[in-house]
């Protein structure tokens, strides 16, 4: 914002400051009491006027014109419990009053809350450091003037108002010093060595006053009449009649008027240089929230603008033509490159061509293959049926890979920004739904494509490919595979079976199978043992070298065709997800913004400004008419 030039009240707070601004003013408006009554900035702007009747009117209810200063002060008073809650809480939010009367001068006064040294009860422990804090945030900028208030009868060295004044302006060069209570100094004191500047000198001076006695406040003597009694008590005084026309509230107005406007020409260049600055960032700003549309043509023309932005913006992520210098991370297009080459790559390497397929389960299907004839060679339908097998386990990270592309993309979408979207939150919201229908659409076929290319694969066991190593080359690798492992098979051992029982015990182990039918006491006569048959039969485990042989040849023959397999589901897929879905959303995109948002009876809801907006715009609106009135005063 643009540090004006202003006036700054400050003081303590039992310095007398209210009574000099109400000196100042003419009427009793301010608040008054013994503990902290001023708790937020008071911006008093005083306007000379012709008007018989004197008012005032507040900020925060321009259409109110208070005429009675009793008003003024009440409201005050409310506004202020409004705006820091009852209680002694201060807070850094503007009362903003001006006044028009014919006896005052054109100035315009910040007031701020008096100084304490210490928090008395009912005040915050940390006041006095939340005061200073906000006096110093008003005083500290170099187009303020420090209106410093000091009480006659306290010693100048311990004045709140001089001591902050130095911190911030220590040649004294912007600070105006003001001495009251003259008139409560004992017989033979006086306070020239301040007035004429011999204690602690500024470049602005001092003026002395003589306000209302808190005796002739409360029996309301008017403001006229303790004028009148000041101008006396300094044209009668034995030591300040020297000095008496520049002494008083009168003088102190019309120095005040002088030294503001001065300071106003002093710091023409800089203050205009500050209000072009400010003017082009309103400018700016305004600019971004978009002008009000007059007729339904500009709103339709405005719309078909925003659809072209925005699939503009679509394409030239994914094509990485909105590339805008960042490197900390992948962004539009190069992620879904990331995707195809690593994480789906990765996940078609890691799958191992024989998982879940063991040597057993191989000879299994061997013999499941042959039925109840054993085969001279090995069945070729036992090969079709276990690499088929192990090509469906590549469908999930090929239909993966499309879901994770189709999320990018979505993702792509809200990383749109463009200002008429953030304006129009149903026009956002509008425009991410049709993203989202077309990506769905466009993700159907998509998969449709992909499980279409897994089963052409599982159609057709091309045995005849070139790069298929074939069944000879196979048979020669799996023998040379046996002979480098040197498998040592070692003949089962037969248990040798217990001897029948004789004499008594052969009696007694005969009555027990009485009950076993014939033929079985036969096997048990002869001596023979009958093996179960299992419920599930598998190959055995220990298999002949003949099924060994067998088995490594299956396992060459299902790792190279599936490594072909692999290698063509790796290049079609990503292919197929850049046909299907990317290059697909891209070319529809456009229209399809354009028949699901160009209509009339959406063309109000789509242009639903929110609140804040509107009254942002309002605001920037008013900032920069009284901007450009400001320059052209200038």
């Given amino acids: 914002m643009i540090s004006l030039p202003q006036i700054v009240v400050v003081g303590s707070q039992s310095s007398g400051k209210s009574s000099v601004l109400e000196s100042l003013v003419g009427k009793d408006c301010l608040p008054r009491g013994a503990r902290l009554?001023?708790?937020?900035?008071?911006?008093?702007?005083?306007?000379?006027?012709?008007?018989?009747?004197?008012?005032?009117?507040?900020?925060?209810?321009?259409?109110?014109?208070?005429?009675?200063f009793k008003d003024i002060r009440e409201e005050i008073k409310r506004y202020t419990n409004e705006i820091c809650g009852e209680g002694s809480t201060i807070s850094d939010k503007q009362i903003e009053l001006k006044v028009y009367s014919s006896k005052v001068v054109d100035i315009t006064l910040i007031d701020l809350p008096g100084m304490v040294k210490i928090a008395v009860e009912g005040?915050?422990?940390?006041?006095?450091?939340?005061?200073?804090?906000?006096?110093?945030?008003?005083?500290?900028?170099?187009?303020?003037?420090?209106?410093?208030?000091?009480?006659?009868?306290?010693?100048?060295?311990?004045?709140?108002?001089?001591?902050?004044?130095?911190?911030?302006?220590?040649?004294?060069e912007r600070t105006i010093g003001v001495i009251t209570k003259l008139d409560l100094l004992g017989p033979g004191e006086d306070a020239m060595d301040t007035l004429n500047g011999s204690l602690y000198p500024l470049k602005l001076g001092y003026i002395g006053v003589v306000c209302r006695s808190q005796q002739e406040i409360v029996s309301q003597v008017p403001m006229q009449e303790s004028l009148k009694k000041e101008e006396l008590f300094f044209s009668n005084h034995p030591v300040y009649s020297r000095i008496s026309s520049r002494m008083g509230v009168g003088f102190l107005a019309k120095r005040l008027n002088y030294l503001l406007v001065n300071h106003i020409k002093n710091t023409l260049p800089s203050?205009?240089?500050?209000?072009?600055?400010?003017?082009?960032?309103?400018?700016?700003?305004?600019?971004?929230?978009?002008?009000?549309?007059?007729?339904k043509e500009e709103k339709f023309s405005y719309l078909l603008e925003v659809i072209h932005k925005v699939s503009n913006a679509f394409n030239d992520f994914i094509d990485g033509n909105n590339y805008q210098g960042v490197v900390e991370e992948l962004q539009g297009g190069a992620r879904i490159n990331y995707n195809f080459q690593n994480t789906?790559?990765?996940?078609?390497?890691?799958?191992?061509?024989?998982?879940?397929?063991?040597?057993?389960?191989?000879?299994?299907?061997?013999?499941?293959?042959?039925?109840?004839?054993?085969?001279?060679?090995?069945?070729?339908?036992?090969?079709?049926?276990?690499?088929?097998?192990?090509?469906?386990?590549?469908?999930?990270?090929?239909?993966?890979?499309a879901s994770d592309i189709y999320s990018e993309l979505k993702q792509l979408v809200h990383k749109i920004h463009l200002p008429e979207l953030q304006?129009?939150?149903?026009?956002?919201?509008?425009?991410?739904?049709?993203?989202?229908?077309?990506?769905?659409?466009?993700?159907?076929?998509?998969?449709?494509?992909i499980n279409e290319l897994v089963n052409v694969e599982l159609s057709y066991i091309n045995t005849h490919h070139p790069d298929f190593i074939g069944g000879s080359n196979a048979l020669i690798a799996?023998?040379?595979?046996?002979?480098?492992?040197?498998?040592?098979?070692?003949?089962?051992?037969?248990?040798?079976?217990?001897?029948?029982?004789?004499?008594?015990?052969?009696?007694?182990?005969?009555s027990k199978s009485k009950d076993l039918p014939s033929q079985f006491e036969d096997f048990e006569s002869n001596g023979v043992e009958f093996p179960v048959t299992p419920v599930t039969m598998?190959?055995?485990?220990?298999?002949?070298?003949?099924?060994?042989?067998?088995?490594?040849?299956?396992?060459?023959?299902?790792?190279?065709?599936?490594?072909?397999?692999?290698?063509?589901?790796?290049?079609?897929?990503?292919?197929?997800?850049?046909?299907?879905?990317?290059?697909?959303?891209?070319?529809?995109?456009?229209?399809?913004?354009?028949?699901?948002?160009?209509?009339e009876e959406k063309l109000v809801w789509l242009f639903e400004e929110s609140g804040k907006i509107a009254k942002k715009r309002e605001k920037c609106k008013k900032v920069r008419k009284g901007l450009l009135k400001a320059r052209e005063v200038l």
Wanted: with cysteine; proline share 6%.
């Fill in 344 to 401: 789906f790559k990765q996940a078609l390497q890691s799958i191992d061509p024989f998982c879940d397929l063991s040597g057993q389960d191989i000879r299994t299907a061997i013999m499941n293959a042959t039925g109840p004839r054993g085969a001279l060679f090995i069945p070729e339908t036992a090969f079709e049926i276990l690499v088929k097998r192990q090509i469906e386990k590549l469908r999930f990270p090929s239909t993966k890979c």
């Fill in 123 to 172: 005040n915050p422990g940390d006041i006095e450091h939340k005061i200073r804090r906000m006096v110093f945030s008003y005083i500290e900028k170099p187009n303020a003037l420090i209106l410093a208030i000091s009480p006659a009868n306290l010693d100048l060295a311990n004045s709140d108002a001089l001591n902050v004044a130095k911190a911030v302006d220590p040649d004294g």
């Fill in 423 to 449: 304006r129009f939150y149903n026009l956002k919201e509008a425009v991410e739904e049709v993203f989202g229908r077309v990506l769905r659409s466009c993700l159907e076929p998509t998969n449709a494509m």
């Fill in 37 to 68: 009554v001023t708790r937020c900035p008071l911006r008093l702007q005083l306007v000379h006027t012709d008007t018989y009747e004197d008012y005032g009117v507040f900020s925060h209810i321009p259409e109110c014109k208070f005429y009675d």
């Fill in 538 to 599: 598998k190959a055995s485990e220990n298999p002949s070298e003949r099924e060994l042989l067998e088995t490594e040849l299956i396992r060459i023959l299902i790792e190279n065709y599936f490594q072909i397999v692999k290698k063509n589901v790796g290049d079609y897929v990503p292919k197929a997800i850049m046909s299907f879905l990317v290059k697909k959303s891209q070319e529809v995109i456009r229209s399809q913004l354009v028949v699901n948002l160009y209509s």
């Fill in 478 to 510: 799996a023998q040379a595979q046996i002979e480098d492992r040197a498998y040592y098979i070692k003949a089962p051992v037969k248990e040798k079976a217990p001897e029948k029982p004789t004499g008594m015990l052969g009696f007694f182990a005969k």
């Fill in 271 to 295: 203050l205009k240089t500050s209000i072009d600055i400010h003017l082009a960032s309103v400018e700016k700003e305004l600019k971004s929230y978009g002008e009000d549309f007059e007729t």
